[in-house]
């Protein structure tokens, strides 16, 4: 799978320098994908260097030739969106039709920036220096890190790929080593765009041979990360010795409030839906679900018949629902919560185990669990898999309380038919994003970012841009 790419440095790919490769493991068999390039230590340096020659290039080139380069990369993604999406699926184990999903999403990014790309706005502002004006523009911050993990190994790497590229920015893109592919395909992609050699570069290797020579540069003014919270705060620490910019997006541990008055079935349908897509390996999953309890067993009942109805198996089977967890470690943390809960009181409804019938894969079954309490780990902490957690409420001020109860603050949901009890809920909720009868939240056009621990800065929309860009100021007397 991985034979034609490799480590992409300057304008090329190649080999690792000393070699080595590792391989990539496949979640549904367990067996080897194929092996990629394991970069060490030289080949990061090499992609610095190349993406400082390439970044004095880009940084000069006018916008409208940028965003006519994010237009041809688009075309290329749109091209070989089967390819793509089929290897998303065999390194992630997603469902098909997810993985085709994943990459439309990458491409919008790339059309979106194109557009922002011509549309970086500076103003004037009048001194009070007679005959003087401030004149406040942006430029390319530099060279930038993106590091991402590998639940979503396309879209969120075009998060980052895209608006640097529009901002004037060279990049390093530095992939989850367990789905190295699609980030391979996506910046292989990025030749259609005719970029200066350097301007987009991969490294794929060990956090020592990659991180390390990355943070310790003088020459990467910024770092962007899609990780843990854990890792996010390392990084934050590490990059302050070179004062680089950071952008962080991290863990999420989103509440879903059901009102009495929700739409029921919308509710049902869509919340499936977003529990357990991608097996439930999204930060802003709906974690932590609040039923109101006039509408608890209904509610209840619908949710464990959709859990009931998904099919496992490998996601290259148009038939199939849900795909594996990631790896075995991420198995083995479903079965310490599930345990965790039980021990404590919690009823399983449904799953709570490894399916009969798998003898290879990291499969685990689509959970639900009742009679949670808030201090239950499957609560309190971000479980990341396919289970959903549910408890009862009666008074919408209990509830909002209840759902705010948590360091993390980057998705949150409500369903209700009432305008003014939505407004109220929004405005109570103490996340970066709020959908309201609706999971929707990500797309190009819309500011994607948490708060507290879930992270800084925004991917998406018109922020996004800014976190590339750095503020000058003249004063201008004549």
């Known amino acids: 799978m991985y034979t034609h790419?490799?480590?992409?440095?300057?304008?090329?790919?190649?080999?690792?320098?000393?070699?080595?490769?590792?391989?990539?493991?496949?979640?549904?068999?367990?067996?080897?994908?194929?092996?990629?390039?394991?970069?060490?230590?030289?080949?990061?340096?090499?992609?610095?260097?190349?993406?400082?020659?390439?970044?004095?290039?880009?940084?000069?080139?006018?916008?409208?030739?940028?965003?006519?380069?994010?237009?041809?990369?688009?075309?290329?993604?749109?091209?070989?969106?089967?390819?793509?999406?089929?290897?998303?699926?065999?390194?992630?184990?997603?469902?098909?039709?997810?993985?085709?999903?994943?990459?439309?999403?990458?491409?919008?990014?790339?059309?979106?920036?194109?557009?922002?790309?011509?549309?970086?706005?500076?103003?004037?502002?009048?001194?009070?220096?007679?005959?003087?004006?401030?004149?406040?523009?942006?430029?390319?911050?530099?060279?930038?890190?993106?590091?991402?993990?590998?639940?979503?190994?396309?879209?969120?790497?075009?998060?980052?790929?895209?608006?640097?590229?529009?901002?004037?920015?060279?990049?390093?893109?530095?992939?989850?080593?367990?789905?190295?592919?699609?980030?391979?395909?996506?910046?292989?992609?990025?030749?259609?765009?005719?970029?200066?050699?350097?301007?987009?570069?991969?490294?794929?290797?060990?956090?020592?041979?990659?991180?390390?020579?990355?943070?310790?540069?003088?020459?990467?003014?910024k770092v962007s990360l899609t990780g843990s919270t854990r890792i996010g705060q390392q990084m934050i620490r590490d990059a302050a010795a070179t004062m680089k910019k950071v952008s962080m997006e991290l863990g999420g541990n989103a509440p879903l409030i059901i009102y009495d008055d929700a739409d029921l079935d919308l509710a049902l349908n869509t919340a499936a839906q977003a529990k357990f897509g991608n097996t439930g390996q999204v930060c802003v999953a709906p974690d932590r679900f609040f039923i109101h309890d006039r509408v608890h067993d209904a509610f209840v009942e619908g949710f464990v018949s959709r859990a009931k109805a998904l099919t496992l198996g490998d996601g290259l089977d148009p038939d199939v629902g849900m795909g594996p967890l990631i790896n075995a470690r991420r198995l083995a943390e479903m079965e310490a919560v599930v345990a965790d809960a039980v021990a404590g009181g919690a009823s399983i409804r449904t799953g709570g185990q490894r399916p009969s019938g798998f003898n290879n894969g990291y499969f685990f079954e689509p959970t639900v669990l009742t009679e949670v309490t808030d201090t239950m780990r499957v609560m309190a902490e971000e479980n990341f898999g396919p289970i959903a957690a549910i408890t009862r409420f009666s008074d919408e001020e209990e509830v909002l309380t209840r759902a705010n109860a948590s360091d993390m603050g980057?998705?949150?949901?409500?369903?209700?038919?009432?305008?003014?009890?939505?407004?109220?809920?929004?405005?109570?909720?103490?996340?970066?994003?709020?959908?309201?009868?609706?999971?929707?939240?990500?797309?190009?056009?819309?500011?994607?970012?948490?708060?507290?621990?879930?992270?800084?800065?925004?991917?998406?929309?018109?922020?996004g841009i800014l976190d590339y860009l750095d503020v000058k100021l003249a004063q201008v007397v004549f």
């Open 5 to 221: 790419y490799g480590l992409f440095i300057g304008d090329t790919w190649r080999p690792a320098a000393d070699g080595r490769t590792e391989p990539v493991i496949s979640p549904v068999s367990e067996t080897s994908l194929g092996d990629v390039p394991c970069a060490g230590s030289a080949d990061t340096e090499a992609a610095i260097a190349a993406a400082r020659e390439g970044l004095a290039c880009w940084r000069a080139t006018p916008a409208w030739e940028r965003a006519t380069a994010l237009h041809a990369i688009a075309d290329e993604m749109t091209r070989r969106a089967e390819e793509a999406a089929r290897i998303i699926s065999a390194e992630t184990g997603k469902p098909i039709a997810q993985a085709r999903r994943e990459w439309g999403l990458s491409i919008d990014q790339f059309r979106w920036y194109a557009e922002e790309a011509r549309r970086i706005y500076g103003r004037i502002v009048e001194s009070r220096a007679p005959g003087g004006r401030f004149e406040v523009s942006h430029e390319p911050v530099g060279v930038v890190a993106a590091f991402t993990a590998w639940n979503f190994p396309a879209s969120l790497l075009a998060r980052k790929i895209a608006p640097a590229l529009a901002a004037g920015c060279s990049l390093i893109a530095r992939p989850s080593s367990q789905t190295p592919g699609s980030a391979m395909i996506m910046v292989d992609c990025c030749r259609a765009g005719n970029l200066p050699a350097g301007v987009v570069n991969l490294v794929v290797g060990p956090t020592e041979a990659t991180y390390g020579p990355i943070m310790e540069s003088t020459i990467v003014r």
């Open 410 to 463: 980057l998705a949150a949901y409500a369903f209700t038919r009432s305008p003014a009890r939505a407004r109220r809920t929004v405005a109570a909720l103490k996340a970066g994003m709020v959908g309201i009868n609706s999971f929707a939240l990500a797309a190009a056009e819309a500011p994607f970012g948490g708060t507290n621990f879930s992270g800084m800065g925004r991917e998406g929309g018109s922020e």
